[in-house]
């Protein structure tokens, strides 16, 4: 199996093993979809609800027979599964290369536990090799754009627009030695919806997955 398929089986089984009935957060991209597809159906008699990161989790999730329920920041979510770009040795992330980060961190923030799951090679001593995705007001990007420029030379604009229909643009070429100190930095510019940086809501855990198995990572 995948060290993707593996990661997410150290999802379920920490999952499988906890309390019930259960409230679910479930993340968006490749490694998450493993976790749903495969495991999700078997947790299906103790799942109580289901909150969505995106619309192509919704998709999958309705695909598969679920109901998913809207976001509602007063229910406490027991875990929240998600993938990432990178993780660093402190288990900050950068998220949203699918371009769903603003949406998977308010799911992040509601949860008892974050449950991130990765292959290795996602796995990096500083953050930053990746883009870092910043999702931007459509009316305010213009002065946006002029305050982001102080920490990448090569800002590109995604075609394609958020759930949420704003813009998503990628920093390339930022390595980022203190990401909370740069995510509160970045989230206080007016205009920046959300910054792919988890370093204020990090995951509990971190499940890596290998070749035949999976290792845990935890704060
Ligand atoms: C989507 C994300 C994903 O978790 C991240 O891009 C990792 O995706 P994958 O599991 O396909 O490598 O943040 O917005």
Do not use: W
Request: glycine fraction near 8%.
């Amino acid at each position: 199996m995948s060290e993707k398929y593996n990661a997410a089986l150290g999802a379920y089984e920490l999952i499988a093993k906890g309390k019930e009935p259960l409230i679910l957060g479930i993340g968006t991209g490749s490694t998450a979809d493993q976790f749903t597809e495969h495991f999700l159906p078997k947790l299906r008699k103790r799942i109580n609800e289901v909150f969505s990161s995106s619309d192509r989790t919704t998709n999958l999730l309705k695909n598969l027979g679920f109901r998913v329920s809207d976001y509602d920041p007063e229910v406490g979510l027991d875990f929240y599964v998600d993938g990432a770009d990178e993780v660093d040795e402190n288990l900050n992330l950068i998220k949203g290369g699918g371009g769903a980060h603003t949406n998977e961190k308010k799911l992040a923030k509601i949860a008892e536990s974050f449950i991130c799951i990765v292959d290795e090679s996602k796995i990096v001593q500083t953050l930053g090799k990746f883009p870092l995705p910043i999702e931007i007001d459509i009316n305010q990007n213009d002065k946006v754009l002029f305050e982001l420029k102080k920490y990448s030379k090569t800002i590109l604009r995604r075609e394609l627009l958020s759930d949420n229909n704003n813009y998503i643009y990628d920093l390339h070429d930022f390595k980022i030695s203190d990401p909370k100190k740069i995510e509160t930095e970045i989230l206080s510019i007016t205009g920046v919806v959300d910054v792919g940086i988890f370093a204020i809501n990090k995951p509990q855990i971190v499940i890596v997955g290998e070749n035949s198995s999976y290792r845990l990572i935890e704060s």
